[in-house]
C-alpha cells in the first residue's frame, strides 16, 4: 500500500486512475518529548471522499463539525464558535455506522499484530477519506467520553463538554490537542455479548477511531473491543485517524532574516512541508452542506437508543476525566512514564523531586486511579527527608496533596488520617484545613 507505484510505458486505465492511493511519508516511535505513540503520516491520493468531516452554519449563530460517512452523519460537535480552539463543544452521535466491506478488517482483530500490518489492514479504509494528508497513531483510548459517560452510553448534550477542546490548567497554562476519549458511532442495539467476551479473552485487539477537536474521537470500528476493555478497567489499543491542516508561520533565519513556512499540523504535532516534500498548496477543501442538507442531518441525531445494559456509572470512573488527562499528559510530557520503578525510586529518595514535580506526579496519579496514591502522598507529608512542608510552608504543594488524597475512596482509615493530618497542619495551612473539615 505504502510503496510507489512503478512507472508504466503505457497510460494507465480509467480504472486504474480512480484507486485511492496511499503514500507514506514518515514514521515515527514513540519518544520522549517528541511523540506520545508510535505513528506515520501518510498522504492520501485519488480517495472517495465518503469518510469526511464537514463544517457548516445552520440558520443561527451556532457553527457545527460533522463527521459523515457519504450522505450519512457519525457524529458531530458543536459549539457557539466551532473554530474558538477553547470553547466546550457539544456532542452527537446518531449511531449510524452500517459497516461496509472497508470496516470489516481481520488483521485489526490479531493481538500481536504489528503496527505495519495493522496499518495495511487500514488500506481500504483511509481510501474512503479526501485527499489530504493524514497522521494515523497506534495508541490507546478510554472508552469513555472524559465526561462520567462509557462511549457507548453518551446522552446528546445540552452544553459543552470538557475534552472537546483544549483544556485549560490555568495560569496561562493549556493543554494539547490529543486523542484520549471516544463516542460510539453504532447503536448499541447492535450489541453483541458474545462478542465483547471474545474481546475480554483477546485483549490486544485494535479499535480504529477518527479525530474529532481536544481529546475526543468517534469510534468508527472496534465498539465490542472498547466495550470489553470497559468491563475490564482497562484502555482500548487502537489506529486513530487524524487529519493535517495546513498553517503558515513567520520565522526567523539564522541570518536575522524573517521567512514564511509553511506545516502540516494534526492535534499538537507539527510536519515541515519544505522538510517532508508535500506541496504547498492547499490538500483538501472543506465540504460546506446547504443549510436543507444539514437540517436533515441534524433530525438524524434524535434517534431513541436502547437502554445501557451496565452499570455506566461504576465503569465510568475507573477512568479520568478531561482535566485529569490533562494532569496525565502534564507529567508524562515533562518527566516520563510512571512506572513501578520510577515510585519505587522516589520513595527510597535515589531520585529525588522538585515541588512542581510533586504536584504534577500527585495529579496524574490520582488521574489514573493509581493504587499507589496514597503510598506517595504519605511519603512527601513527612517521611521524605529533603522535603518538610512544615518548614518550607510551601501551602501550594500541601493543598495539592491533600485534595488528592480527599478524592480516594473513603474509608475509616483515610478519614483517621485526614482527621491527624488537619490537626499537624491547621495552624500552618488553615484554608486547607478548612478544605479537609468540609470533606469530613
Given at each position: 500500500?505504502?510503496?510507489?507505484?512503478?512507472?508504466?510505458?503505457?497510460?494507465?486505465?480509467?480504472?486504474?486512475?480512480?484507486?485511492?492511493?496511499?503514500?507514506?511519508?514518515?514514521?515515527?516511535?514513540?519518544?520522549?518529548?517528541?511523540?506520545?505513540?508510535?505513528?506515520?503520516?501518510?498522504?492520501?491520493?485519488?480517495?472517495?471522499?465518503?469518510?469526511?468531516?464537514?463544517?457548516?452554519?445552520?440558520?443561527?449563530?451556532?457553527?457545527?463539525?460533522?463527521?459523515?460517512?457519504?450522505d450519512f452523519p457519525l457524529f458531530q460537535l458543536q459549539g457557539d464558535e466551532y473554530f474558538c480552539p477553547t470553547c466546550e463543544k457539544i456532542i452527537r452521535s446518531s449511531y449510524g455506522l452500517e459497516q461496509t466491506e472497508e470496516f470489516r478488517e481481520e488483521r485489526m482483530n490479531g493481538e500481536n499484530v504489528s503496527f505495519s500490518e495493522a496499518l495495511e489492514g487500514l488500506r481500504l479504509l483511509l481510501g474512503l477519506l479526501e485527499?489530504?494528508?493524514?497522521?494515523?497513531?497506534?495508541?490507546?483510548?478510554?472508552?469513555?467520553?472524559?465526561?462520567?459517560?462509557?462511549?457507548?452510553?453518551?446522552?446528546?448534550?445540552?452544553?459543552?463538554?470538557?475534552?472537546?477542546?483544549?483544556?485549560?490548567?490555568?495560569?496561562?497554562?493549556?493543554?494539547?490537542?490529543?486523542?484520549?476519549?471516544?463516542?460510539?458511532?453504532?447503536?448499541?442495539?447492535?450489541?453483541?455479548?458474545?462478542?465483547?467476551?471474545?474481546?475480554?479473552?483477546?485483549?490486544?485487539?485494535?479499535?480504529?477511531?477518527?479525530?474529532?477537536?481536544?481529546?475526543?474521537?468517534?469510534?468508527?470500528?472496534?465498539?465490542?473491543?472498547?466495550?470489553?476493555?470497559?468491563?475490564?478497567?482497562?484502555?482500548?489499543?487502537?489506529?486513530?485517524?487524524?487529519?493535517?491542516?495546513?498553517?503558515?508561520?513567520?520565522?526567523?533565519?539564522?541570518?536575522?532574516?524573517?521567512?514564511?513556512?509553511?506545516?502540516?499540523?494534526?492535534?499538537?504535532?507539527?510536519?515541515?512541508?519544505?522538510?517532508?516534500?508535500?506541496?504547498?498548496?492547499?490538500?483538501?477543501?472543506?465540504?460546506?452542506?446547504?443549510?436543507?442538507?444539514?437540517?436533515?442531518?441534524?433530525?438524524?441525531?434524535?434517534?431513541?437508543?436502547?437502554?445501557?445494559?451496565?452499570?455506566?456509572?461504576?465503569?465510568?470512573?475507573?477512568?479520568?476525566?478531561?482535566?485529569?488527562?490533562?494532569?496525565?499528559?502534564?507529567?508524562?510530557?515533562?518527566?516520563?512514564?510512571?512506572?513501578?520503578?520510577?515510585?519505587?525510586?522516589?520513595?527510597?529518595?535515589?531520585?529525588?523531586?522538585?515541588?512542581?514535580?510533586?504536584?504534577?506526579?500527585?495529579?496524574?496519579?490520582?488521574?489514573?486511579?493509581?493504587?499507589?496514591?496514597?503510598?506517595?502522598?504519605?511519603?512527601?507529608?513527612?517521611?521524605?527527608?529533603?522535603?518538610?512542608?512544615?518548614?518550607?510552608?510551601?501551602?501550594?504543594?500541601?493543598?495539592?496533596?491533600?485534595?488528592?488524597?480527599?478524592?480516594?475512596?473513603?474509608?475509616?482509615?483515610?478519614?483517621?488520617?485526614?482527621?491527624?493530618?488537619?490537626?499537624?497542619?491547621?495552624?500552618?495551612?488553615?484554608?486547607?484545613?478548612?478544605?479537609?473539615?468540609?470533606?469530613?
Amino acid at each position: 500500500m505504502f510503496e510507489k507505484r512503478k512507472r508504466r510505458k503505457e497510460p494507465a486505465s480509467r480504472e486504474e486512475k480512480n484507486i485511492p492511493n496511499v503514500r507514506k511519508i514518515t514514521c515515527w516511535e514513540k519518544t520522549a518529548g517528541d511523540f506520545y505513540a508510535p505513528g506515520v503520516l501518510l498522504q492520501v491520493e485519488n480517495g472517495k471522499g465518503l469518510l469526511y468531516d464537514c463544517y457548516s452554519e445552520e440558520p443561527s449563530s451556532a457553527t457545527y463539525c460533522t463527521l459523515m460517512l457519504g450522505d450519512f452523519p457519525l457524529f458531530q460537535l458543536q459549539g457557539d464558535e466551532y473554530f474558538c480552539p477553547t470553547c466546550e463543544k457539544i456532542i452527537r452521535s446518531s449511531y449510524g455506522l452500517e459497516q461496509t466491506e472497508e470496516f470489516r478488517e481481520e488483521r485489526m482483530n490479531g493481538e500481536n499484530v504489528s503496527f505495519s500490518e495493522a496499518l495495511e489492514g487500514l488500506r481500504l479504509l483511509l481510501g474512503l477519506l479526501e485527499d489530504n494528508c493524514y497522521v494515523v497513531l497506534d495508541t490507546q483510548l478510554f472508552p469513555t467520553d472524559g465526561n462520567g459517560h462509557v462511549f457507548w452510553n453518551v446522552p446528546e448534550s445540552r452544553k459543552g463538554v470538557p475534552g472537546s477542546c483544549l483544556f485549560y490548567r490555568g495560569d496561562g497554562q493549556w493543554g494539547d490537542n490529543r486523542p484520549h476519549f471516544t463516542v460510539a458511532t453504532q447503536s448499541i442495539g447492535k450489541l453483541c455479548p458474545s462478542r465483547v467476551e471474545y474481546y475480554r479473552r483477546h485483549p490486544g485487539c485494535r479499535a480504529v477511531a477518527y479525530y474529532m477537536d481536544g481529546y475526543m474521537t468517534a469510534l468508527l470500528d472496534g465498539h465490542h473491543k472498547a466495550m470489553a476493555a470497559a468491563l475490564d478497567h482497562r484502555c482500548v489499543n487502537a489506529l486513530v485517524i487524524m487529519p493535517c491542516h495546513r498553517v503558515a508561520r513567520q520565522e526567523r533565519k539564522d541570518s536575522g532574516e524573517i521567512c514564511r513556512r509553511e506545516y502540516l499540523m494534526s492535534g499538537d504535532m507539527w510536519f515541515s512541508c519544505e522538510e517532508y516534500g508535500v506541496k504547498s498548496e492547499r490538500t483538501m477543501e472543506r465540504k460546506k452542506p446547504s443549510p436543507e442538507k444539514m437540517g436533515a442531518i441534524r433530525s438524524r441525531f434524535s434517534r431513541q437508543e436502547p437502554p445501557f445494559p451496565y452499570d455506566n456509572d461504576e465503569l465510568a470512573a475507573v477512568y479520568p476525566g478531561a482535566s485529569e488527562a490533562s494532569d496525565i499528559d502534564a507529567y508524562t510530557d515533562e518527566y516520563g512514564e510512571i512506572t513501578q520503578e520510577v515510585l519505587d525510586q522516589i520513595l527510597t529518595q535515589e531520585h529525588s523531586c522538585t515541588v512542581y514535580q510533586i504536584r504534577a506526579l500527585l495529579r496524574a496519579l490520582t488521574g489514573l486511579r493509581h493504587e499507589r496514591l496514597f503510598d506517595m502522598a504519605d511519603f512527601f507529608l513527612g517521611k521524605c527527608t529533603y522535603l518538610s512542608l512544615l518548614a518550607f510552608h510551601d501551602m501550594e504543594t500541601f493543598a495539592v496533596i491533600a485534595e488528592q488524597l480527599m478524592k480516594l475512596p473513603r474509608t475509616e482509615e483515610l478519614v483517621q488520617y485526614m482527621v491527624n493530618l488537619m490537626v499537624e497542619y491547621e495552624d500552618e495551612y488553615p484554608s486547607v484545613g478548612e478544605c479537609i473539615k468540609e470533606w469530613l
